[in-house]
């Protein structure tokens, strides 16, 4: 039987950073495609395949508790463009699964709520993960 990954970890710019439970995703950056018929004749259509290349781009999101430190870890992240590299991590009994974003940008115009339980959205664009 599988067991779930439940407990991730980030580390960004190798500082670990503590995310709210279940708030981490991530996409793989094979971007989006597109698949579209052609008219052969007799009432028969064959695929043209496509692929978008202005969507490789691996994806992160993750949310923070807003913290003073987290406000500063997101504004130093927004700050350094596209410099960031962010790596995550989960394991179960049956392996890990880990991934490295590199050229990762902070790209939301992300927002500090204040609250009792308020989070901060993050998401990153950067290189297809590795």
């Known amino acids: 039987m599988s067991i779930q990954l439940t407990d991730a970890a980030v580390i960004a710019n190798n500082e670990v950073v503590g995310v709210i439970p279940n708030s981490v995703s991530f996409t793989e950056g094979f971007g989006e495609q597109v ?3 052609v ?3 007799g009432g028969k259509v064959e695929q043209v395949y496509a692929r978008n290349l202005e969507t490789n781009f691996g ?3 993750f949310s923070l508790p807003t913290t003073p430190e987290n406000v500063r870890l997101a504004r130093q992240w927004k700050t350094n463009g596209n410099q960031n ?3 995550i991590a989960g394991s179960t009994p049956e392996g890990t699964v880990t ?3 590199t050229g990762a940008a902070l790209c939301n115009d992300y927002e500090v709520p204040i609250g009792t339980e308020a989070n901060i959205e993050i998401e990153i ?3 297809a993960p590795i």
Do not use: E, P, W
């Open 99 to 101: 991934r490295t974003f």
């Open 39 to 41: 008219s052969i004749g």
């Open 59 to 61: 994806t992160l999101k």
């Open 35 to 37: 698949v579209r018929a």
């Open 85 to 87: 590299v962010f790596q």
């Open 125 to 127: 664009k950067a290189n």
